[in-house]
């Protein structure tokens, strides 16, 4: 019991400390990435007692040091409490999205079994969308309270925004349940693990040497799921194209105008922590979550046949190691996303949600369906 | 392990209250909320009673329950705007020219 | 004196000499006025005319005293109570089919130059048509409720013709008086219907069939027989224009002058005659009855020709000459002399018809003009009119050897015979009159020289061949139809013979061929006598046309105003009754009943406001209803627990 | 008194205080909030009623799709006014509501369950045997409750589109 409880916390521990870490570094990447891109030196400026090395942990300090060190400002004619209630209402769902997202298969610890996801819930996904729709609260409640033009106007858009996107990707997700037949995470992750040509029906056998070696990822079964949940993901983090809620040029800063210190550090983190879920999300659904091509759990079989055993700590590590890269990948294309591309107006915004993307994935869901149907 | 009277008086109680906000409110999306209040004490019932009798029946109806009421808001929000078009006011004493 | 056992011969050509022209009537009604007035007046000709053509086929195969019949099928049937539609023919049925198609089919053809200029030529004949099926179907009728059938829709397309150019509101006032005062002839017509089918029906014979009627009159007491017979009459006297209810005929005229020869002088009038022919075994059983039709019909005849002395109107002139000639029909009918009634009826179609219609050709020659004060000398100008108007006129007299001699010198002799000799000397008397004012008409019209302006003068000119053929071809008529009824000193009846086995043998108790023809005589020299009046007074001294009414006696000016019968009727019956509707109208209806009415929907308003306070139109005041009516239902069901 | 029943009454206390708050605050705002949170309360109910399909069903649909419609709505038409309550209506209203909750709970608190079949099968309100029941038994109410959301997406556009020549809100 007291053993449970500790295991579990540990692993909610460490997946926190993961998430917003990574969401403080992928700051410090935007900055560069932008300087990049903008073909300019950035973020060289923190330094620690003159010394502008090592920029990555500068910044990792130094940004939490300057936000909470500001004033926090709550204006006079607001509403306090939401004020200050809004930027953890848009922090916490991001946090709490990973709570059934599986970063590892089992991990044997003697006689124990650890399943390396913090709550397995066989409404896994289901969750994620619970928690994700949640998010809107954040920026409406914040731009509600902080009782400025700009920022209302900021909250409407995202609060439309938000609910137009939540259904193209629960629509698009749909084809992916069909095809694994679960709404758990970790089932789907591990189904994942198959090869394709287990999946081919015996009517389309002649494809087994073409595609049959692939793995029976997400993105290979359901590749306009994939596009579609990426872009609405994308939508859902409402940064560059789809940041209309903030629309500096339009709305100054949009639903945080009225925000500083350490509140709008929450948001900031809170956007960053949504970037992540994002990757992971896109990770799990789609490009296998924690499964390294033909890595068992007693180690490799490759599609020719030849078997590579290895211990089951290695397969663990392994395993882990493959999600945190495919998620830091996902990331850096969202920032790379996020630099190179310009803002959708908002009418364009609304027809891209309501007016194609909805229709695919409806388009989706019956193709896979039949599909289903014609393979049985 | 609960007993099944905590969740139907709770219901009960719930559902009182919303009955009050729809009564006395005077601004129509407050009353509407209150319906969405007592909707899901209802819900709570099916529920508790699904979970009683051991039958997925209770859990089904509330699905439906869920559907009815976000079309009863959808439509009753749309209503409000375009109402709050007309006169600009949400309260439903200034919308009582429908009578005799 | 129930005649003999007829052999019925069944025939269903008959069912078509009605159908015909109804088929004529919907095809206008609907494609009339698309298919143009040569088109529809066309069709509607040629449906009277193969009508005709039928009529004559059966005529031809009629076997003596035969009856062809056709049930088309069952009408009423409840009980023992039956009633068909069924048609049946015998030798009275046959003479009134030949006048009434054959009348009908030569109007018909004069129509169609007549109303040439009429925008409601299409109208008019989809209501001739009507007409023509409905008068068909009253003297086909082998009951008596067919027969009423067709006694109210003639009487309906006499409404609807007198009323015809309806813009002219006196016309439709004409058309309305028509058919109020025919509804009080058809209340009695009807009663009588009801009172014959109960008196039979005590006896257990429920049947209007007038075969099995003529079995079964022995049922009926003599009394019963006699109030039958009177309603009956009553309504003839609406329908063939007998004092009292004779008022509308003249006021017909305001109809076109066809209708007035077809429907108001040829057949309709006639309709009473034949009915009362019709049920003549119930009229032979009441005496007293006949009696009355007798005083009645000489009262008329005499009555009208007095009027006619004095009218100016042309068309007035010859209304009241056909309601004196319709009196005398009565006056034969109340001899029991039924043949004789029928044939005055055969012989006047003719010669009235020819009349009306040759006034109808000099009022479209003087487009309107109806006053014979301005006419005059038109002798010349249109010659046909003028020698078939003499024509008539002549048989109408009963100049010797023409139609109206025949007919009427044997009514006068049927009413010599039986020893009716005030009725004789009326009916001679009216002879006198009657020559006096055709004559006196014929010499204001086409003698002495125009007294119209000269507009109307220029405008003379004779009628186009379409109207004056069927006036050659009546005028023929006038002269030669009377000769197959001629008296037994000369070639004798073959009439007398032919409806002998319908009416039995009508016993005129025997009396020298010198008497008779004395008779005759007599009446040819008082009829003399009237031409001469009217030749010396209108005839010899052409220049001074009518003199006025002023320098006139009395008698003149009570006669030139219809003995103010209209003026008597409008002060006795008429204006109490539109007092009485207008106090009704004004009075009661707007107070008493309005007042209950609107009482009742005051009271509930005045009840309503109470509650209407608990409607306040605020949602959740009806919202709060539904909690407290919950609260109820909970508390109850509690209770009940 | 065992920990489920303690949690239980932490949860009922915070459900009726939250559902207070929807009723009697004065914002509008802070009641859709005060809502919002009783909506996840029920939630946190259904899940420990084993429904958990239904609980996070409950917070998708309604915090997550109507309750932001509301919020949405809210900010639209944003209503500066505060409403003024006329007292003595509020005391009827609340007197009555009060009275349906005491005929109410007493009526629940003496009714007897019965024997409880307690089903405390793993799969009981999983998501397989709810999709189960739904396409099996319930499927004809299934598609009439697709209709009629349809219908609703129809009616709602109809009403809410702004016809030309009329200035609407916000």
């Known amino acids: 019991m007291i053993v449970d409880l500790a295991i579990i916390s540990v692993k909610a521990f460490l997946v926190l400390f993961m998430v917003l870490n990574l969401a403080g570094i992928l700051g410090w990447v935007e900055r560069k990435g932008s300087a990049l891109i903008q073909d300019r030196i950035g973020a060289n400026r923190a330094s620690i007692f003159g010394f502008a090395g090592m920029g990555l942990v500068n910044t990792l300090i130094a940004d939490p040091l300057k936000f909470l060190t500001k004033e926090d400002f709550i204006p006079p004619a607001g509403d306090k409490l939401l004020h200050t209630l809004a930027p953890c209402m848009a922090l916490f769902p991001a946090l709490v999205t990973f709570a059934v997202i599986p970063f590892g298969d089992v991990l044997i610890l003697g006689d124990r079994v650890i399943n390396l996801q913090v709550a397995n819930l066989n409404v896994g996904i289901l969750y994620v969308f619970a928690m994700g729709s949640l998010g809107v609260y954040g920026i409406v409640i914040g731009a509600w309270a902080s009782n400025n033009k700009f920022s209302l106007l900021g909250g409407v858009r995202g609060s439309a925004q938000m609910i137009s996107y939540e259904v193209a990707m629960g629509l698009s997700v749909m084809g992916v349940l069909m095809v694994y037949s679960t709404l758990d995470l970790q089932e789907i992750a591990r189904d994942q693990g198959m090869l394709i040509r287990e999946l081919l029906p015996a009517g389309a056998a002649f494809l087994q040497p073409v595609i049959g070696w692939l793995p029976a990822w997400g993105v290979f079964l359901q590749p306009l799921a994939f596009l579609l949940f990426f872009t609405a993901a994308v939508a859902e983090t409402k940064r560059i194209p789809f940041d209309l809620p903030e629309g500096e040029s339009e709305l100054v800063a949009g639903y945080h105008v009225e925000y500083s210190g350490g509140k709008f550090l929450m948001f900031f983190a809170g956007e960053f922590a949504e970037v992540v879920t994002a990757a992971a999300l896109v990770t799990t659904l789609f490009f296998g979550g924690w499964q390294v091509p033909y890595l068992m759990r007693d180690g490799f079989h490759f599609p020719w046949g030849s078997i590579w055993l290895l211990p089951h700590l290695a397969v663990v590590i392994l395993q882990v190691a493959a999600f945190t890269l495919k998620v830091l990948f996902f990331c850096w294309l969202q920032i790379l996303l996020r630099w190179s591309v310009p803002r959708f107006r908002y009418d364009q915004v609304m027809r891209l949600g309501w007016k194609m993307m909805l229709p695919l994935a409806l388009l989706n869901v019956a193709v896979t369906a039949l599909i289903i149907v014609a393979a049985q | 392990m609960v007993p099944l009277n905590y969740y139907l008086i709770l219901s009960a109680i719930v559902f009182s209250i919303g009955v009050v906000g729809v009564l006395i409110r005077r601004n129509l999306i407050v009353v509407l909320m209150s319906i969405e209040l007592m909707l899901n004490a209802v819900n709570l019932t099916f529920i508790a009673f699904a979970r009683h009798l051991g039958s997925m029946a209770g859990q089904v109806a509330v699905f439906f329950v869920m559907a009815v009421a976000a079309a009863e808001a959808v439509i009753g929000l749309a209503i409000i705007i375009s109402v709050f078009r007309q006169t600009r006011t949400l309260d439903p004493q200034n919308m009582q020219l429908l009578k005799w | ?641 | 008194m065992n920990a489920a029943t303690v949690i239980f009454l932490i949860l009922a206390t915070l459900l009726v205080i939250s559902s207070l708050m929807v009723v009697f605050l004065r914002r509008v705002v802070h009641c859709a909030m005060a809502l919002v949170t009783a909506l996840l309360l029920i939630a946190i109910l259904f899940i420990s009623l084993q429904a958990p399909m239904v609980g996070v069903l409950q917070v998708m649909v309604y915090a997550g799709a109507i309750m932001v419609l509301f919020l949405f709505v809210i900010m639209f038409l944003n209503p500066g006014v505060l409403e003024q309550p006329s007292v003595a209506w509020w005391g009827l209203a609340v007197v009555l509501s009060v009275l349906l909750g005491a005929f109410l709970v007493p009526l629940f608190s003496q009714y007897e369950p019965g024997d409880n079949p307690v089903t405390s099968t793993e799969l009981f309100g999983s998501p397989d045997v709810l999709a189960k029941s739904l396409f099996g038994e319930f499927v004809l109410p299934f598609e009439i409750a697709s209709v009629l959301l349809l219908v609703a997406i129809i009616g709602a556009v109809v009403l809410a589109k702004r016809e030309h020549g009329s200035d609407g809100a916000a």
């Open chain 3, 1 to 641: 004196m129930v005649s003999a056992e007829f052999s019925t011969v069944a025939s269903d050509l008959l069912r078509w000499i009605p159908l015909i022209p109804l088929c004529a009537t919907v095809l206008n009604l609907f494609w009339g006025r698309a298919w143009g007035n040569r088109t529809a007046g066309g069709l509607a000709c040629a449906a009277v005319g193969a009508s005709f053509a039928i009529a004559l086929y059966l005529f031809w195969q009629l076997p003596a005293n035969g009856v062809l019949r056709d049930p088309v099928y069952t009408w009423i049937e409840s009980g023992l109570f039956k009633v068909n539609v069924a048609f049946q023919v015998d030798a009275l049925t046959a003479a009134m089919l030949l006048i009434v198609t054959g009348i009908g089919f030569l109007i018909h053809i004069y129509s169609l130059g007549y109303m040439a200029h009429d925008e409601g030529f299409v109208r008019f004949f989809i209501y001739l048509n009507l007409f023509i099926f409905f008068m068909l179907l009253l003297v086909m009728a082998d009951n008596l409720l067919l027969l009423f059938v067709g006694w109210e829709g003639v009487g309906l397309c006499s409404y609807l013709l007198i009323g015809f150019w309806y813009r002219d509101i006196n016309n439709t006032i004409a058309g309305n008086k028509a058919f109020i005062v025919n509804r009080i002839g058809d209340f009695g017509f009807i009663l009588g219907i009801f009172l014959l089918v109960t008196g039979l029906g005590r006896q257990g014979v429920w049947t209007l069939d007038f075969l099995e009627l003529q079995k079964h009159t022995e049922l009926l007491s003599p009394a019963m027989i006699g109030a039958i017979t009177l309603l009956l009459f009553i309504g003839a006297t609406g329908k063939s224009a007998q004092i009292p209810l004779f008022v509308w005929l003249p006021d017909a005229m305001a109809g076109p002058t066809p209708v007035s020869a077809l429907i108001h002088a040829a057949t309709m009038v006639t309709a009473g005659v034949y009915m009362t022919a019709r049920l003549h075994f119930l009229f032979v059983l009441a005496p007293a009855t006949l009696s009355l039709i007798a005083w009645i019909g000489a009262a008329t005849a005499f009555f009208a020709a007095t009027i006619a002395l004095t009218q100016n109107d042309i068309k007035k002139v010859l209304a009241y000459s056909t309601i004196s000639q319709l009196g005398y029909m009565f006056l034969a009918v109340g001899m029991a002399a039924f043949s004789a009634a029928i044939f005055h009826v055969f012989t006047h179609a003719f010669f009235k018809a020819c009349l009306f219609l040759g006034s109808g050709s000099v009022i479209h020659a003087l487009d309107g003009e109806q006053d014979m004060r301005k006419m005059g000398g038109l002798n010349s100008r249109m010659p046909t009119t003028y020698w078939t108007y003499l024509i008539a006129t002549l048989a109408i007299a009963g100049a010797p050897f023409s139609a109206g001699f025949f007919s009427k010198d044997l009514i006068l002799w049927e009413a010599f015979s039986r020893g009716a000799m005030i009725l004789w000397g009326i009916g001679l008397i009216t002879a006198g009159l009657t020559a006096f004012y055709m004559f006196r008409q014929l010499f204001m019209v086409f003698h002495g020289e125009f007294r119209g302006d000269d507009h109307a003068k220029a405008h003379l000119h004779e009628s186009p061949a379409v109207m004056t053929f069927p006036l050659v071809i009546l005028a023929i008529g006038s002269i030669f139809a009377g000769w197959v009824g001629a008296p037994e000193y000369l070639w004798g009846s073959r009439w007398e013979h032919w409806l002998q086995p319908m009416f039995g043998a009508v016993a005129a108790q025997e009396s020298s061929v010198s008497t008779e023809v004395l008779v005759t005589v007599l009446t040819l020299a008082v009829v003399a006598v009237g031409f001469y009046w009217a030749y010396a007074k209108y005839g010899r001294a052409p220049a001074k046309g009518a003199p006025s009414a002023a320098e006139q006696g009395f008698l003149y000016r009570l006669s030139l105003n219809k003995y103010y019968i209209d003026e008597i009727y409008d002060y006795l019956i008429v204006r109490p009754f539109t007092g009485c509707s207008r106090f009704f109208a004004e009075f009661v209806d707007p107070r008493v009943i309005d007042g209950a009415v609107n009482g009742v929907a005051a009271i509930a308003r005045g009840l309503s406001w109470v509650w209407c306070g608990l409607q306040t139109g605020n949602v959740q005041h009806y919202a709060t209803g539904l909690l407290v009516g919950t609260l109820a239902l909970l508390a109850y069901f509690l209770g009940q627990s």
